[in-house]
Nanobody, 126 residues
Framework: QVQLVESGGGLVQAEGSLRLSCAAS????????MGWFRQAPGEEREFVAA????????YYADSVKGRFTISRDNAKIKVYLQMNSLKPEDTAVYYC???????????????????WGQGTQVTVSS
């Protein structure tokens, strides 16, 4: 059973920082493109950031560009999302996702991802 487990969410004040982690259960994910998405109450799930299997290519949503950084450690089979200068509008459940295909490119599209974690709540107070 493939598993992606997110951690690091919580409650933080505006302008604060959080670092989300996503741990994968299979070694093969070290060669998978990965992404972070988020879903606020009453809203559709939206793209946040993505990274290719080598970590050489990253994409960001315009709303988080310059504040969030995605990275990965393939030896640990983990992907991270460093979130700085958080805003109340960043409040959402954050999901980690992985593509099934190996050596794939990063993608902004939800439909390109095959595996999803359960999510971790991030709440930013004003």
């Amino acid at each position: 059973q493939v598993q992606l487990v997110e951690s690091g969410g919580g409650l933080v004040q505006a302008e604060g920082s959080l670092r989300l982690s996503c741990a994968a259960s299979r070694r093969t994910f070290s060669s998978s493109a990965m992404g972070w998405f988020r879903q606020a109450p009453g809203e559709e799930r939206e793209f946040v950031a993505a990274i290719n299997w080598r970590g050489a290519t990253t994409y960001y949503a315009d709303s988080v560009k310059g504040r969030f950084t995605i990275s990965r450690d393939n030896a640990k089979i983990k992907v991270y999302l460093q979130m700085n200068s958080l805003k109340p509008e960043d409040t959402a459940v954050y999901y980690c996702a992985a593509k099934r295909a190996s050596y794939g490119s990063a993608s902004r599209s939800i439909s390109d991802y095959d595996y999803w974690g359960q999510g971790t709540q991030v709440t930013v107070s004003s």
